[in-house]
């Protein structure tokens, strides 16, 4: 029942004296230095009012009454902020269920309902911010679990490190890069329309197309030219006018920095910014696999550059860019892109984007001052891993228990209840094919059977077998950040251990490949082999092309495995974006195969024993 609560007409009966006079006048008439009428004119509050405070007959004070004491409020309050450290912050629908649940265990022993069906409405709601101003509604962002697992003792291990490579670098040496896109969309924005307008449309090209640009910064507060990577094969003349100074450009087919482009960054922007510098200098970024180059490596050794990376899924703590640099930078390109498509129409060309980009700099207020508080906030410049523990959940409440024992016992359960709750893995089934216009059975009923008696032919059908790939080898590391690579976009492959079945036909009376003696064979490092897996669901073998990295005891072999991809020409293997590493013992090797050709990431051998249809 909503709250239908209006505001008298009229003057508003107030207290016109102050609790501290009023504390006061009691005590002098309590000791006896004066009579009622005395204190009540001395310290100018109402003599009927002190008389019945003074027999403790009127102990509360003016207007409603709070539903709850001051000591429940505060263990809800308490509990309300716990659960936003440790990631579970409630929205006010959570916290009208928290109260109707504790007021269902303690009604008995409450003199009268205070809500209906003890359910507390947006009043009371509004009423409880007003007294606690230490909580606030805000839009929360989500991030991953992966994130969200980041532990004290992964940050104290980082900043260790960190502390003994910065140890005498002046913060101009220290820099710090991250890539971040800038779309084609400004967003959506308030207008105005007819009441009851349930889709207020407005009428602006946009396109999914994002152009990358490498943001490099140093502790000092110095921003270095940008380095942009466009959406296309080529660069041309007419893309590079008008932007940033010393700015460089580049292109690849996917918009995202890959390898080369990271290399070409780092020789055009940062070095020679770092060769200017004396002394130690250090460069700080995270841990993409594309920025893992060994000829930056190298040249940062030949230059006495520390080259240091951020702990896995912690960007969020501790990369500089993102943490204050990149959210004025964004709210500045939307308000020059909103203000382009008020003045034209289509998409932003990539002629229009240098220029729009060195707008958005140039409009960003107190761009050093951001970066010099970026570098503080991660704890990098001024060195102090306490900036950055102290946003971790639980950290600065000592050595208070982790479930909170300041709640009571209703938040408590929710608080469980949102733990314990398991995401659903989702099972990807058979891609059902249905010519447009015709009505689609569901697989097993009698009418899907009837229809495929009818179209049956006389050949023999081909048995269909599943094959689950729960068992495929799973990854020893990944980070949360996906990075396209430019001649591999079509051959990423999600790595995670999520179930799922697909299909392969085979001949009808097609038996199990042989096992081929192995034992003879001698296996070295660098060697291409087959392995093979056995699934529990059918106890069938499953085929992968792996190559051995490393020669374990007891017959163990360190195998990183390919990817099959069948291409309109030909069947090349190539190795994943993530790399796909798992031991396999020599008795589930098949056999060695021979390289017959390897150009540009793509590997085609020789000859196979199996069908190339079994292997993934």
């Known amino acids: 029942m909503p709250d239908r609560y209006k505001k008298k007409v009229g003057p508003t009966q107030r207290n016109k004296y102050s609790e501290e006079s009023m504390r006061q006048a009691v005590n002098y008439v309590k000791q006896r230095k004066g009579s009622i009428r005395a204190a009540a004119e001395r310290f100018e509050v109402p003599k009927s009012t002190l008389s019945e405070k003074v027999r403790g007959i009127r102990t509360l004070k003016l207007g409603g009454q709070p539903v709850f004491s001051m000591e429940e409020e505060k263990k809800l309050v308490d509990g309300l902020m716990l659960m936003g450290e440790w990631g579970f912050p409630l929205i006010t629908t959570d916290l009208k269920n928290v109260i109707q649940n504790y007021l269902d265990k303690t009604g008995p022993t409450r003199a009268k309902p205070v809500f209906p069906d003890n359910r507390p409405g947006k009043g009371w709601i509004k009423g409880f911010f007003q007294r606690h101003p230490e909580l606030s509604l805000r839009f929360s962002e989500n991030i991953k679990r992966s994130r969200a697992g980041v532990t004290p003792e992964v940050i104290n291990e980082y900043f260790d490190n960190l502390e003994e490579t910065l140890a005498g670098i002046p913060p101009s040496n220290i820099l710090n890069y991250d890539e971040t896109n800038f779309t084609d969309n400004p967003g959506r924005v308030k207008v105005i329309v007819k009441r009851g307008c349930k889709h207020p449309e407005r009428i602006l090209d946009t396109s999914k197309t994002a152009t990358s640009v490498m943001v490099t910064t140093a502790a000092d507060g110095t921003l270095l030219p940008p380095f942009i990577v466009y959406k296309a094969n080529f660069v041309y003349e007419n893309w590079t006018e008008n932007g940033p100074d010393g700015a460089r450009y580049g292109a690849t087919k996917s918009g995202w920095f890959d390898m080369a482009h990271y290399e070409r960054w780092f020789k055009e922007i940062a070095l020679p910014y770092l060769k200017k510098l004396e002394g130690k200098k250090a460069i700080i970024g995270d841990n993409l696999s594309s920025h893992l180059s060994p000829e930056v490596t190298d040249l940062c050794i030949a230059n006495n550059i520390e080259f240091v990376l951020l702990p896995a899924n912690s960007t969020h703590l501790t990369q500089v860019n993102d943490v204050t640099v990149f959210k004025p930078i964004k709210s500045s390109y939307k308000g020059c892109l909103s203000n382009w498509k008020s003045k034209n129409r289509g998409v932003l060309p990539k002629t229009s984007f240098p220029k729009m980009l060195k707008d958005t700099l140039d409009g960003v207020h107190n761009m050093k001052a951001n970066i010099i508080a970026g570098f503080k906030a991660c704890g990098i410049y001024p060195l102090n891993r306490h900036e950055v523990l102290k946003r971790l959940p639980g950290y600065d409440r000592g050595s208070r228990d982790a479930n909170g024992t300041e709640i009571n016992d209703?938040?408590?359960?929710?608080?469980?209840?949102?733990?314990?709750?398991?995401?659903?893995?989702?099972?990807?089934?058979?891609?059902?094919?249905?010519?447009?216009?015709?009505?689609?059975?569901?697989?097993?009923?009698?009418?899907?059977?009837?229809?495929?008696?009818?179209?049956?032919?006389?050949?023999?059908?081909?048995?269909?077998?599943?094959?689950?790939?729960?068992?495929?080898?799973?990854?020893?590391?990944?980070?949360?950040?996906?990075?396209?690579?430019?001649?591999?976009?079509?051959?990423?492959?999600?790595?995670?251990?999520?179930?799922?079945?697909?299909?392969?036909?085979?001949?009808?009376g097609e038996e199990e490949t042989e096992d081929c003696d192995v034992n003879d064979v001698e296996f070295e490092e660098k060697d291409f082999i087959l392995a093979r897996y056995k699934t529990e669901q059918d106890n069938r073998a499953k085929y992968f092309v792996g190559f051995i990295a490393n020669l374990l005891d007891d017959g163990l072999f360190e195998v990183e495995f390919l990817r099959k991809k069948d291409s309109p020409k030909d069947i090349y293997f190539h190795y994943p974006l993530v790399p796909d590493i798992d031991n396999v013992k020599k008795c589930d090797i098949l056999c060695k195969l021979k390289l017959k050709e390897s150009r540009r990431g793509r590997h085609y051998f020789a000859k196979f024993p199996i069908d190339l249809k079994l292997i993934s």
């Open 410 to 508: 209703s938040l408590l359960q929710a608080l469980q209840s949102m733990r314990s709750t398991e995401t659903q893995k989702k099972k990807r089934g058979k891609k059902v094919e249905v010519p447009p216009g015709k009505s689609h059975t569901a697989p097993g009923s009698s009418q899907e059977a009837e229809r495929a008696r009818r179209t049956s032919t006389t050949k023999p059908a081909a048995r269909v077998r599943r094959i689950s790939t729960s068992k495929r080898p799973r990854n020893r590391t990944r980070d949360d950040r996906r990075q396209v690579e430019d001649e591999e976009t079509s051959a990423s492959e999600d790595s995670e251990s999520e179930e799922e079945e697909m299909e392969v036909s085979e001949p009808e």
